[in-house]
């Protein structure tokens, strides 16, 4: 079919667009400045080190699911996975990939993928859930929400609603609760997939 | 093979507004859609995508993209976008031999065309993009694209770009949803 060719062709184009420009001014250390303007990434560390990512207060706590940031090594996510079902963790150009691992309180993580900082320990960590049901996602997000509210602080910004009712309205339909902290960040998503639910997480140190 | 439509939009970076109905394109350009998209219908409106949020919400959705992509980049290295960016200048693929500008030139002619506007746009460098003639399906052999990398790139990537534009949830899932979560799109770009 001619526009599905054009689709393919199209998001194509944007994941490899997306990531192809810019990886020369950050991943090859290019002299030159972003095009697009986004230049006052730090010289070192990632961009969620910019204090244009952090908030203005501390984190009384920096949950990750079932690591540490800044503690949790290498071996030790190798292990959580061997442990939990996830079976061998692949490397990816130095970061650590793993699957179906095993986390109390929800859904299976369908991937994760763990950064490790120049000491070798956790950095930041993404992870995708998927399931077929609203339920589960709904109510972990919720559940989530909570958690890292009660133990890191209030969050910097909500969207949509993750009521089940509202995430199974439409595809793509979506809840997303971030948060900022001087020390920590963290973003989580809940998502209308069409053909199922993601929920999406993001844990990161901030602590330079 | 439908008629090729080349209508030019001229969209200056300086659009500001994304929804407002400064944005929405003349009546005629509203007839020139082609793309998988022309025919769905948002919810707030009942006209497509493009006919809803005009040339300058497409710029700035485009924008956002990259924005995000950015973030995502520096911040969490490729492992969710693919690893795609080990091959840039290579050529291998050959989208990678692009420029900047020229892949998000690319990009934004895509969208425009997929969501109802013409099949080519000249964009804010003034430069002329074709959106339907792009067949980027061998771009993404030996990218390895997996789904969970699909999913979170749609997820994290491309719908705020959309939300915090502006564009309601509604609308998101009325008509521009359907062509990124088809199956058979999908299928093609995971696993290669």
């Known amino acids: 079919m001619r526009w599905t060719r054009a ?19 950050f991943v090859r250390g290019s002299q030159g400045g972003c095009p697009f303007g986004y230049t006052k990434v730090a010289a070192s560390g990632p961009v969620h080190h910019d204090p244009q990512l952090r908030g203005s207060a501390v984190a009384r706590q920096r949950p990750a699911l079932a690591f540490a940031l800044g503690a949790t090594s290498r071996a030790d996510v190798a292990a959580y996975a061997a442990a939990h ?15 179906n691992l095993a986390i109390t309180g929800g859904p299976t993580l369908t991937t994760a993928w763990f950064a490790f900082d ?21 109510t972990t997000f919720a559940n989530l929400e909570r958690e890292l509210t009660a133990s890191a602080g209030e969050p910097a910004m909500t969207s949509g609603s993750f009521d089940p009712i509202d995430l199974a309205r439409g595809p793509l339909r979506q809840a997303a609760v971030e948060y900022r902290f ?8 809940a998502t209308n997939m069409g053909d199922g639910y993601a929920l999406t997480e993001e844990y990161a140190n901030l602590v330079d | 093979m439908s008629v090729r439509l ?46 809803t949020f005009g040339a300058a919400a497409f710029v700035k959705v485009n924008e956002s993209i990259f924005t995000n992509v950015n973030t995502e980049v520096t911040a969490h290295g490729s492992t969710n976008v693919g690893d795609s960016f080990t091959k840039i200048g290579t050529g291998q693929p050959a989208a990678t031999t692009d420029d900047a ?7 934004a002619a895509f969208l425009v065309y997929v969501y109802g506007g013409p099949d080519a746009i000249t964009y804010t460098d003034n430069k002329m993009y074709n959106g339907s003639e792009q067949d980027m399906t061998v771009a993404h052999t030996g990218l390895g694209i997996t789904g969970p990398q699909y999913d979170y790139f749609v997820t994290n990537i491309v719908v705020p770009a959309l939300t915090t534009n502006g564009v ?15 199956a058979t799109f999908k299928a093609t770009i995971v696993g290669h």
Not at chain 1, 85 to 99: F, I, M, N, S, V
Not at chain 2, 29 to 42: E, F, M, N, Q, R
């Open chain 1, 7 to 25: 689709l393919v062709g199209g998001l194509g184009l944007a994941t490899i667009a997306a990531v192809a420009i810019h990886v020369p001014y």
């Open chain 1, 85 to 99: 079902g996830g079976g061998a963790c692949r490397d990816q150009h130095g970061e650590l990939e793993c699957a």
């Open chain 1, 118 to 138: 120049q000491h070798g320990v956790l950095d930041s960590m993404r992870t995708v859930r998927r399931d077929r049901a609203v339920a589960p996602i709904s």
């Open chain 1, 182 to 189: 001087t020390n920590y960040r963290a973003v989580v998503r």
């Open chain 2, 6 to 51: 080349r209508y030019h939009v001229i969209v200056a970076a300086s659009l500001l507004g994304a929804c407002s109905s400064d944005s929405t394109p003349s009546p005629d350009a509203a007839s020139v859609g082609t793309g998988p998209a022309a025919k769905l219908k948002c919810t707030s409106s009942g006209k497509n995508a493009f006919d």
């Open chain 2, 101 to 107: 500008a020229t892949f998000k030139g690319r990009l």
């Open chain 2, 168 to 182: 309601t949830m509604d609308d998101i899932s009325s008509c521009f949803a359907p062509p990124l979560l088809d």
